[in-house]
């Protein structure tokens, strides 16, 4: 029964486990059914599902995945949730409990294991230190993945869905959709969590795609000239490439290749899309 979403449920059992929440592991507990109901809704699971939830905490949202998916995967870093979990997930035979730390592990052979190296699904309350790492982990790391819906902190989840033009447009909105359609599907306050956490929140979808949006002939350069064109976001953009000696693109280089693609040479980064960015890349290799 999926109980825990209720904040007495969630106080009780706690106390009884005498648990101390840890700041260095991002603890901020979901205690809000309505929330959790959201989530699971939007991840889309079905009876045929493989899950892999990221930090189970005390198991509020795997209750509500082991009830809907075939197969559920939790990975938790903190060992002193390891009993609880055992006790609040004890009446369902569709999970397991992984005590690791989930960027140390290969979540491709993961999905192999469990899912016949089929597109997996993730879901979580993520912890927010380590966000980006995790998300681009496992875009990088080649996991098949169908989809993800995560919930994070609000200004992230703005990035990634962010399009150009915007304040929000960076490297970050750039990398998330390479890889997948990103949509914000829920905002959520403070008070649905225990502790409450110091910022906003908010549930994002990002549907991974089945072929690329964009063809470059390097992926990495891609996302080299990317970065450098953000890395000094009051400049244009030819001085972000121009000033990164790693990238080796000299400013002349740079202009040349804007010109081709009908661009003026102090253009910024926040204008170009994906697509430009592509092009830009392709035009710099
Ligand atoms: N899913 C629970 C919920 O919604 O109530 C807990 C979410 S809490 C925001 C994040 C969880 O991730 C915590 O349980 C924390 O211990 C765990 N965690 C933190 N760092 C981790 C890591 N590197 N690997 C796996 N789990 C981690």
């Known amino acids: 029964m999926a109980t825990l979403g209720i904040p007495q449920n969630t106080i009780e059992i706690l106390q009884k486990y005498d648990f101390h929440f840890q700041k260095k592991y991002g603890q901020n507990f979901l205690i809000d059914t309505h929330v959790l109901e959201k989530i699971v809704r939007a991840a889309e699971i079905t009876a045929e599902d493989f899950v892999l939830e990221i930090g189970p905490g005390i198991g509020t949202m795997t209750q509500y995945l082991c009830e809907k998916a075939r197969r559920v995967v939790a990975v938790e870093v903190d060992r002193k949730l390891i009993p609880v ?21 290969d979540i491709a052979e993961l999905a192999q294991e469990y899912n016949q190296g089929k597109p ?8 927010y230190y380590i966000t980006t790492p995790i998300i681009m982990g496992l ?8 989809s993800i819906t995560v919930m ?13 033009g915007t304040k929000e447009y960076g490297a970050l909105s750039l990398a998330v959709q390479y890889y997948a359609k990103a949509e914000v599907v829920a905002n959520v306050p403070p008070n ?5 956490p110091k910022v906003g929140s908010a549930v994002i979808r990002l549907t991974c795609h089945k072929d690329r949006p964009v063809t470059v002939s390097d992926e990495a350069f891609l996302f080299r000239v990317v970065r450098a064109s953000f890395n000094q976001r009051r400049k244009t953009l030819v001085n972000g490439l121009g000033n990164d000696a790693a990238l080796g693109v000299t400013k002349e280089q740079a202009v040349q290749a804007l010109e081709k693609m009908g661009l003026q ?12 960015f592509a092009q830009l890349s392709n035009l710099l290799l």
Do not use: W
């Open 85 to 105: 979990l055992e006790e609040t997930l004890s009446g369902y035979d569709n999970v397991a409990v992984l005590n690791e730390d989930v960027l140390k592990i």
């Open 120 to 127: 997996i699904k993730v879901v979580a309350n993520l912890p």
């Open 139 to 146: 875009f990088e790391a080649h996991v098949p993945l169908e």
């Open 152 to 164: 994070v902190q609000k200004e992230v989840a703005e990035r990634m869905q962010a399009a150009p």
């Open 192 to 196: 649905c969590f225990m502790p409450r």
């Open 265 to 276: 040479p102090d253009v910024r980064g926040e204008r170009l899309s994906l697509q430009e």
